[in-house]
């Protein structure tokens, strides 16, 4: 099976380092990313879209990036399942990354 992508766009905020409970480096972040046509009005169509990265992706993307920047990332499409404490069921898409660029 194959499951990579990659994709450019600018940060929309300051990435920021966490760990979890057994100290893995982690941050969550989200890119803009211009379609490559435009809508009725002439104006760029903007995805907003979400990523996440681990361990030393994690650390160097929030060392040498922030908000505006323009980034490369290759990854893979990942989906998750996850029950609230009330019940209610949720799913989110989003692209593990792999390796960053500048």
Do not use: C
């Not at 361990?55 to 499409?77: D, H, I, P, W």
């Amino acid at each position: 099976m194959l499951n990579n992508i990659t994709i450019m766009g600018r940060l929309t905020k300051d990435p920021e380092l966490r760990y979890t409970q057994s100290g893995t480096a982690v941050t969550s972040f989200t890119l803009a990313v211009e379609r490559d046509y435009s809508g009725k009005d002439s104006e760029k169509q903007v995805d907003f879209i979400d990523f996440l990265a681990w361990r030393n992706t994690a650390e160097f993307l929030t060392k040498y990036f922030s908000k505006g920047r323009m980034v490369v990332v290759a990854g893979r499409l990942q989906t998750r399942f996850w029950e609230d404490k009330n019940g209610s069921k949720h799913k989110a898409v989003e692209i593990v990354a792999e390796n960053v660029y500048f």
